[in-house]
């Protein structure tokens, strides 16, 4: 790092090098940081979320080599919904009787992990050390479930009268009164449809489920069940794990979006800074039809793509791009161009390696 003064310059104009200096000016110069990244594995996870993932991991590479310590945590969100029966799935017509449960509560259909969830999360963990990338995983089922949320949770029911009123500013319509910043899992059906619930005070909560009927009244602290929504379970998390940085993609980064309410809530509820924030762009197969979708099945995986490119090579595709590029991966005759381009760039950081080294024996032997 050069210092000027008091200025921070960045080692490189890189853009990775960029954002690991205005993380320090933002959330002061510490000694370690905290980076995030995540995803619901409802689906297979494709090469265009491995984006956000590699936009962490260059970042943290770049604070590393400042001299500071990183945490690079990577969440999976698999206390999610199961909300739609993706294409990619075999006898998916068995799969329909597990809608609106939790996808870490429903079987792997491939028979090889301990539930639907598990099977995503796993695949994806083995292609990102391909990669080279190690961040710590955490599991938010298995966080909520064991209470590590719960005094959050309560937080958030107490004040609910603010977080809608930071929620309604970029609503068209206003949400109703009785609305809470929670579902809830039915402890007989497993679902999360529910014709009533409630907040007690005191840590307790009502439902009354639609689909099967069955009603309780729980203790927060004591419940593997509830969780908060979306737009306010992600600043909570920014608090509880203190993250400095997590990149998103355009659908969280438009004016009122997830990003745009979330840093509000972290500041208003829990009094810390926001994490500082990247936009990337999406990623598509070169001459595709846009963006990938789950669901419908039309994906590329890494794996998919380590049977075209290498690691490295893959890795330096998205090193060169800006993150708030679009920008297309190709898998026609131009991959012969990706390769010769990169042998062009690889013998050109050797040759800069020997030359430094040879300038410091020569500075050595003066």
Not at 19 to 36: E, H, M, N, P, W
Not at 279 to 304: N, W
Not at 317 to 338: W, Y
């Amino acid at each position: 790092m050069i210092l000027k003064g008091k200025t921070m310059q960045p080692l490189s104009t890189h853009w990775a090098d960029i954002a690991a200096i205005r993380i320090i000016k933002q959330q002061g110069d510490k000694d370690s940081y905290t980076l995030a990244s995540g995803i619901t594995p409802s689906g297979n996870v494709h090469f265009g979320n491995f984006r956000e993932v590699i936009t962490v991991d260059l970042v943290a590479r770049s604070l590393k080599k400042l001299g500071k310590k990183v945490r690079f945590i990577y969440s999976w969100d698999n206390f999610d919904t199961f909300r739609k029966v993706p294409m990619d799935l075999p006898q998916r017509e068995t799969f329909d009787q597990y809608l609106r449960e939790s996808i870490a509560r429903i079987p792997d259909p491939w028979g090889e992990e301990e539930s639907y969830a598990a099977s995503r999360c796993k695949a994806f963990e083995k292609e990102l050390d391909e990669v080279g990338i190690k961040p710590d995983f955490i599991y938010q089922e298995e966080q909520y479930s064991k209470g590590t949320y719960a005094e959050k949770i309560i937080h958030a029911l107490e004040n609910k009268e603010t977080l809608a009123e930071i929620l309604n500013e970029h609503r068209t319509s206003k949400l109703d009164d009785d609305w809470l910043p929670t579902s809830v899992y039915c402890k007989k059906c497993k679902k999360d449809e529910m014709k009533t619930q409630s907040y007690k005070g005191n840590g307790l909560y009502f439902y009354e489920c639609q689909n099967c009927s069955f009603s309780e009244e729980f203790d927060i602290r004591k419940s593997s069940d509830l969780k908060l929504s979306w737009r306010v379970d992600w600043p909570m998390r920014w608090a509880h794990e203190k993250v400095d940085f997590e990149p998103g993609g355009k659908d969280h980064s438009s004016e009122g979006g997830s990003y745009d309410t979330g840093k509000t809530i972290v500041e208003k509820l829990w009094q810390q800074k926001p994490p500082v924030y990247l936009q990337y762009d999406f990623v598509k197969i070169k001459g595709g039809a846009g963006k990938m979708s789950s669901s419908k099945g039309e994906l590329y995986t890494l794996t998919d793509l380590f049977k075209v490119y290498e690691p490295q090579i893959l890795r330096w595709i998205f090193v060169s791009q800006r993150p708030n590029h679009d920008f297309g991966i190709a898998l026609d005759e131009d991959v012969f161009k990706v390769y010769e381009e990169f042998d062009r760039c690889e013998k050109k950081f050797f040759e800069l390696q020997k030359e430094k080294e040879l300038n410091k024996k020569d500075q050595a032997n003066k």
